[in-house]
């Protein structure tokens, strides 16, 4: 069964939403569910090259750090092993990039590179808008340098990203992680396993009695 993940890099609900998925899908045998990303940007108003951090927050929240927010937010990553450190964050990105380095490497790495980002802009503070750092986090998941060199400098993935961004807006996602099942049945929000396994289950059921 195919599920779809429409997300943002630099949105820590979506990287929870992933692991706590993860976690659901090792229960079951391999080749049960095939997970594709999609794009969604959180911020697309930002310029290509970014912004500084405490700018941006200031501008969102009128302050320099989001409060209580990012307190739960870490109490939700910690029992995932996500040690999340918005401190490093320096940059603001336009994840327009990323997202289109992800629909280059469509098929079954792309679940791995979308680890990379996500742990790549949540634990080291990296700039997942910048081409050059793009290329290491792709190598570091295992893509071939020269391929994503390529890909970077040429905006491979832009059509499916475009694509993407005017499927969200069709269905009216207005929030991220949005997970659509054999594209038929939707779950938004970043569940608990428990809640994400018995909706899996459901849908399978339902697909399997037509």
């Not at 310029?47 to 927010?69: Q, S, V, Y």
């Not at 629909?103 to 808008?129: C, K, T």
């Not at 040429?154 to 659509?180: I, K, N, R, S, W």
Request: with cysteine; aromatic share 10%; net charge negative.
């Amino acid at each position: 069964m195919l599920i779809e993940i429409f997300s943002d890099v630099v949105c820590p609900w979506c990287y929870i939403g992933k692991r706590r998925l993860d976690a659901v899908l090792d229960g079951y045998a391999p080749g049960t569910f095939e997970v594709r990303w999609r794009a969604f940007q959180l911020y697309p108003m930002l310029p290509e090259a970014g912004m500084p951090r405490e700018a941006f927050m200031r501008a969102r929240f009128g302050r320099t750090d989001a409060g209580g927010i990012y307190a739960r937010i870490l109490d939700e990553a910690r029992p995932l092993g996500l040690d999340l450190d918005f401190e490093r964050i320096a940059v603001s990105p336009n994840t327009r990039r990323a997202h289109r380095m992800l629909a280059w490497a469509s098929g079954p790495r792309q679940h791995a590179l979308a680890e990379a980002l996500f742990s790549a802009y949540f634990r080291e503070g990296i700039d997942v808008g910048d081409p050059a750092a793009l290329v290491e986090v792709a190598v570091s998941a295992g893509f071939d340098r020269a391929s994503v060199v390529e890909a970077v400098a040429t905006g491979a993935g832009d059509d499916a990203v475009a694509q993407d961004l005017a499927q969200a807006e069709q269905a009216e996602v207005t929030g991220v992680p949005f997970y659509v099942l054999a594209e038929r049945f939707a779950i938004p929000g970043a569940q608990p396993p428990d809640v994400l396994r018995q909706l899996l289950d459901r849908a399978r059921t339902r697909l399997a009695t037509g």
